[in-house]
C-alpha cells in the first residue's frame, strides 16, 4: 500500500499546494483517488489554519473525504504537540466516536507520548483503527513490552534521520526490534530521507507513505508540484506494486 501523507505540521507558506482547508483537502483526494490511492493521512486545521484534535474541527474535513471519495480510507493525527495536556488530549478523544460521518476511520498514535495506551482504548471503543506510530528504539521497546493494542490496524516505522545512510540504517535497527509484529508496517522517512526510505520499504514489501507532509521534492531533489505529483513519483519508483 502506499500512503498519502497530505499536510502533516506543514505552514501554509512551507509550499504554494499545502492543503489546509477542508475543500482543498478534498480536492487533493479526489486528485489521488483517481491514481488509486486508497490511504490518506492528514491533520485537519482549525480555522487559522492551526493542527487541531476537537471534534467539530476535524469533522468537516473528514465527512467531506467521505461525501467524494467513499472508497478511500482516511486517517488523522492524535498528536500530543496538538494538545500538551495528556487530560485535555484524552478529553477531546473520547468525543470522537460520536462524529457520525466525520469519524476518521483511522488514527496515529506515537507509542512515546503519555496516555497513548489510554488513547488506544478511546479509539478502540470508537471503532476507529490504530496506527502506532514508532519514532525511535525507546519507543519500539515500549511497544513489545506492552503488547499490541487491540484495534491495531499497522505499525508506522517514522524514521527520523534526514540524511540518507542514516535514514537506512536507523530503518534497519527499528525493523529488528520490530520483528514480532504480526501487522503491516509502513516504514517513512522525512525530507531527505524519505526517498531512500520509501525505496527500501518498497524493495522490502512494506507498506510506505509520501506526501507534502515528508518532503517537499521528488527524488532528483527538483520542488514537487502538490501531493499528486509527489504519489507519481512513488509509483514510478516501484512504490505500491
Not at 502533516?8 to 483517481?34: E, K, N, W
Not at 494538545?83 to 478529553?91: F, K, L, V
Not at 506515537?110 to 478502540?124: F, M, R
Amino acid at each position: 500500500m502506499l500512503q498519502c501523507c497530505l499536510n502533516g505540521t506543514r505552514a501554509i507558506a512551507d509550499h504554494p499546494a499545502l492543503p489546509v482547508s477542508p475543500a482543498q483537502i478534498a480536492d487533493d483526494v479526489v486528485s489521488l483517488a483517481t491514481v488509486g490511492v486508497r490511504s490518506v493521512h492528514i491533520h485537519p486545521r482549525d480555522l487559522t489554519g492551526l493542527e487541531a484534535l476537537a471534534g467539530p474541527r476535524i469533522a468537516p474535513t473528514v465527512a467531506r473525504l467521505h461525501s467524494v471519495a467513499p472508497g478511500v480510507g482516511v486517517g488523522v493525527t492524535t498528536a500530543a504537540w496538538i494538545e500538551p495536556d495528556t487530560s485535555a488530549r484524552i478529553d477531546l478523544l473520547a468525543g470522537w466516536g460520536r462524529l457520525g460521518t466525520g469519524r476518521p476511520d483511522f488514527a496515529s498514535v506515537n507509542v512515546h507520548e503519555d496516555g497513548w495506551l489510554a488513547a488506544c482504548e478511546l479509539l478502540t471503543s470508537a471503532k476507529i483503527g490504530i496506527e502506532l506510530g514508532v519514532f525511535h528504539l525507546d519507543a519500539a521497546t515500549a511497544l513489545r513490552a506492552a503488547g499490541l493494542p487491540a484495534g491495531t490496524v499497522r505499525v508506522l516505522v517514522e524514521v527520523q534521520p534526514d540524511e540518507p545512510l542514516a535514514a537506512l540504517a536507523e530503518l534497519d535497527r527499528l525493523l529488528d526490534e520490530l520483528s514480532w509484529l504480526d501487522v503491516p508496517i509502513l516504514a517513512h522517512g522525512e525530507e531527505g530521507g524519505a526517498w531512500p526510505v520509501l525505496l527500501e520499504a518498497s524493495r522490502r514489501g512494506l507498506d510506505t507513505r509520501i506526501g507534502l507532509e515528508d518532503v517537499l521534492v521528488l527524488p532528483d531533489g527538483s520542488p514537487a508540484h502538490d501531493n499528486l505529483d509527489l504519489v507519481r513519483a512513488a509509483r514510478e519508483l516501484g512504490a505500491d506494486e
